[in-house]
């Protein structure tokens, strides 16, 4: 086993090095003249908004953070077809590589307003953020794979309560899983392993990167790997089994509006106007999964990842965003709290930090945005 644990650690370098060179560019800020029909409103309640004569040279600026990833997705619509103006401010986009490079920057107020899910546990608890509010399921995808010949994957439903998970004490104990540790990718390993009534000291955990843990499972250097989108999906149309997901596993987690501290107390109306943007974009996003996808796709092509329309239309019906609708009946942090829990069980997060999560949870501004 420490032969084939060295292969995955040379495998992660030869991935890494490969991927050096291929770092995705910033995402430009449009100050383009938005377009003239606002998106579908749905029964949300919000007014609909024409841009036509709209002067942007005293709307409030917001520094809206963004990633390579589906989250950022609706804030890409909200630029595209400018809703920013259509609802009384400007996006200045400031783009990042991960959630850990945004809460770095968050500390040095660099940004303003985004959207994380697992970093999130640290904007609010270490850096004063706040969380406004969830919008988008981001349980989706979260799988471990293994290869189809493998012991785990002839052995499904071992814990009856859980009918759709594989594997079971026997076939995982000793197991090489390859995930990026202190992401929900490796919450999802740890309540795989509750459920079939093991801990992590039952296996060997390796942290590396999604793409090179990928690759680890296709050269068979380890025996799971724990990954997130686009990535799962490609290993899943590679014909790898899926062996559990947070929604077979039912962990709800969910993408939030995160904000910094500073724009909390200082900027609350062009956050209304915002929050109410946003869920203009995820209502026609859901509306349209296939012009979603499509968006997707080009997101995923500008910032240097590979995808492909099939997996970004599985991303797009697994991972569904947040209605303005379903907003209204979501209690806003439940997530971030069962995050915050799993980061303190596994030290990274300091115990006496976890109350500060609740504190910087607030519904106030969601519901003025949709009016409920």
């Not at 009856?160 to 540790?181: C, F, M, Q, R, W």
């Not at 149309?237 to 969910?254: H, K």
């Not at 947040?322 to 709290?337: H, L, M, P, R, Y």
Request: proline share 5%; glycine share 8%; hydrophobic share 40%.
């Amino acid at each position: 086993m420490r032969r084939r644990l060295a292969g995955v650690v040379m495998a992660a370098v030869m991935v890494t090095a490969a991927l050096a060179g291929c770092a995705p560019k910033p995402v430009e800020a449009t100050t383009a003249a938005p377009k003239t029909e606002a998106a579908p409103t749905g029964d949300s309640g919000m007014t609909e908004t024409t841009t036509a004569a709209v002067s942007t040279a005293d709307l409030p600026v917001l520094k809206v953070a963004v990633m390579p990833f589906l989250n950022s997705i609706p804030i890409k619509y909200m630029i595209d077809n400018g809703l920013d103006v259509a609802n009384g401010f400007k996006i200045d986009t400031v783009y990042f590589a991960n959630g850990g490079a945004m809460n770095e920057a968050l500390a040095a107020n660099e940004w303003e307003v985004g959207t994380l899910s697992a970093a999130a546990v640290n904007s609010l608890a270490i850096y004063g953020g706040y969380c406004i509010a969830d919008i988008g399921h981001s349980e989706g995808g979260l799988y471990t794979l293994c290869k189809p010949d493998s012991p785990i994957a002839k052995v499904k439903g071992a814990n009856p309560s859980y009918p759709d998970v594989y594997g079971d004490a026997e076939t995982l104990k000793g197991a090489i899983i390859a995930t990026n540790t202190g992401t929900i990718s490796h919450l999802n390993v740890i309540k795989w392993l509750e459920k079939l009534g093991l801990t992590t000291e039952d296996v060997e955990i390796v942290h590396m990167d999604f793409p090179s843990a990928y690759q680890a499972l296709m050269t068979g250097n380890c025996d799971v790997a724990a990954l997130n989108p686009p990535t799962s999906y490609v290993a899943e149309g590679e014909g790898m089994v899926v062996t559990s997901s947070l929604t077979n596993l039912d962990v709800p987690q969910f993408d939030s509006i995160i904000v910094s501290g500073k724009a909390f107390n200082e900027k609350r109306d062009a956050l209304v106007s915002y929050t109410k943007a946003f869920f203009q974009a995820t209502d026609a996003l859901q509306a349209d999964p296939d012009m979603a996808a499509q968006l997707l796709l080009d997101w995923y092509t500008e910032n240097g990842s590979e995808s492909s329309i099939e997996a970004c239309k599985t991303e797009i019906e697994t991972r569904p965003f947040v209605t303005s609708e379903e907003a209204k009946s979501i209690t806003i942090g439940d997530s971030v709290q069962i995050t915050g829990e799993f980061w303190v069980s596994q030290e990274l997060l300091d115990e006496s930090k976890f109350p500060e999560i609740a504190k910087h949870i607030d519904d106030t501004i969601v519901k003025e945005a949709l009016g409920y």
